[in-house]
């Protein structure tokens, strides 16, 4: 899960999807990171904490970290959260395989409308919400194929 600073949409999609795997008994390694090193070691946003605190998530001992090309060795998806991270991550590819890896958070929900999860880093509480019910939207889907496809 990779967003700018890893402190908002990144953590949380950590924490949502974790969740849900958990939940539905599916095995997944999943990490957030951002492409700036805006954050690096620090906890999340105090807002995310609490929004996925409210949803039954805890992503307080999370740390920032730093999106890495090592990741692309060590993750078969590399979801990012905008079309900027997506050309941040995607700089830092070495091999087509490398970029197929990565894609829109939101692509599973709206496939080919290139659609945003927004940063609500400046904007109001409410705007967490709006996110956290992007990404447990788009991880449930996720989920949803990602079985269909291992009982396939």
Request: hydrophobic share 35%.
């Amino acid at each position: 899960m990779v967003c700018l600073g890893n402190i908002c949409r990144s953590p949380l999609a950590e924490g949502v999807l974790r969740k849900q795997a958990q939940d539905a008994g599916v095995s997944v390694q999943v990490d957030s990171c951002g492409t700036a090193n805006y954050h690096v070691g620090e906890a999340p946003d105090p807002r995310s904490v609490k929004k996925a605190r409210e949803h039954g998530i805890d992503i307080s001992s999370l740390k920032g970290r730093q999106f890495s090309v090592l990741d692309f060795d060590h993750f078969d998806r590399i979801f990012v959260m905008d079309t900027q991270n997506y050309k941040d991550v995607v700089a830092k590819a070495r091999t087509l395989e490398d970029i197929e890896k990565v894609q829109l958070m939101m692509s599973s929900v709206y496939p080919n409308e290139k659609i945003n999860v927004p940063d609500p880093y400046y904007g109001d509480y409410d705007g967490f919400e709006e996110v956290y019910q992007m990404l447990s939207k788009a991880c449930s889907l996720f989920l949803q194929k990602a079985r269909v496809a291992n009982e396939g």
